[in-house]
């Protein structure tokens, strides 16, 4: 009797088994159960959940910060066509994971974001010249595919990260050209700089020039007729004591001449 009622336990406990199964939901991820063809409940954010295989199911939705690395011909402004190596960093917004698999199923990424997004990078990159997405405006036209995909997909419950243009492919004259006309550019700036830094001399060279004169004008207003024979005097005097003097004499406007004995003692 107790092995009939032992094998009945273990039976049902089998069978129980069977259709029981458990969902684990990890942080990053949302849980949608669906029964029967329904959604039902509330979504899961994190966690376990019991469910019968045969007429439930428990599908998972990453809501962590994925990339997307693609290789897109863009076309530019010139007309050229420029292969790119592109990355799309975008997640689901977790409260909209519910309605994203409703609306679009596990599918999402390629249905709706890539999809948007090789449209917006081409959109985006016919607007600018080959020469800003190899150097000089590759920030700005980031930015610019990433503000308009937000625009488009946001409404559907993606966010967009970021977007990284992490290569471009360039013809190798077109790449030539462009260094040519940055050194160009670069050499403009230098000779500006040159000319800039001649002209604070100039006026340097000016400033100076007339610091000097003003101070002759000072002096020259010092100078009387009196205090020019006195100095005509005190220079005599050391002339005379000089042992290398021989012979002073003085000009004809000055009021006396002087003779000097030449002998050394």
């Not at 273990?10 to 949302?30: D, H, K, N, Y």
């Not at 949608?32 to 045969?54: D, E, H, K, Y």
């Not at 990284?164 to 050209?177: E, F, G, N, R, S």
Request: net charge positive; with cysteine; aromatic share 6%.
């Amino acid at each position: 009797m107790k092995k009939v009622i032992f094998k009945k336990a273990s039976a049902f406990v089998m069978l129980a088994l069977l259709m029981t199964q458990c969902a684990i939901v990890r942080p990053g991820e949302v849980g949608i159960v669906q029964r029967l063809g329904v959604i039902r409940g509330a979504s899961i954010t994190q966690g376990t959940r019991w469910f019968n295989p045969f007429v439930s199911k428990v599908v998972k939705i990453n809501a962590r910060t994925v990339e997307s690395f693609n290789t897109l011909p863009l076309p530019t402004k010139e007309g050229l066509s420029v292969n790119t190596e592109i990355s799309l960093l975008y997640h689901v917004n977790p409260e909209s994971a519910k309605d994203v698999y409703t609306r679009f199923g596990t599918n999402y990424e390629e249905v709706v974001v890539l999809s948007n997004f090789r449209a917006t990078a081409r959109e985006v990159s016919a607007r600018y010249l080959a020469k800003d997405l190899y150097a000089t405006e590759r920030t700005k036209i980031e930015k610019a595919v990433a503000d308009e995909l937000s625009a488009h997909i946001a409404q559907y419950g993606f966010v967009v990260d970021a977007v990284l243009l992490k290569d471009i492919d360039l013809p190798p004259q077109l790449v030539q050209a462009i260094e040519n006309k940055v050194n160009a550019e670069q050499a403009v700036l230098q000779m500006e700089f040159v000319v800039e830094k001649q002209k604070k001399e100039a006026e340097r060279l000016v400033i100076e020039a007339e610091g000097i004169k003003k101070a002759q004008d000072i002096i020259n207003q010092s100078l009387t007729e009196k205090l020019l024979q006195y100095n005509n005097i005190q220079m005599l005097k050391s002339l005379v004591n000089s042992p290398n003097s021989k012979v002073i004499i003085t000009g004809s406007n000055q009021p006396s001449q002087l003779m000097v004995n030449t002998e050394k003692n």
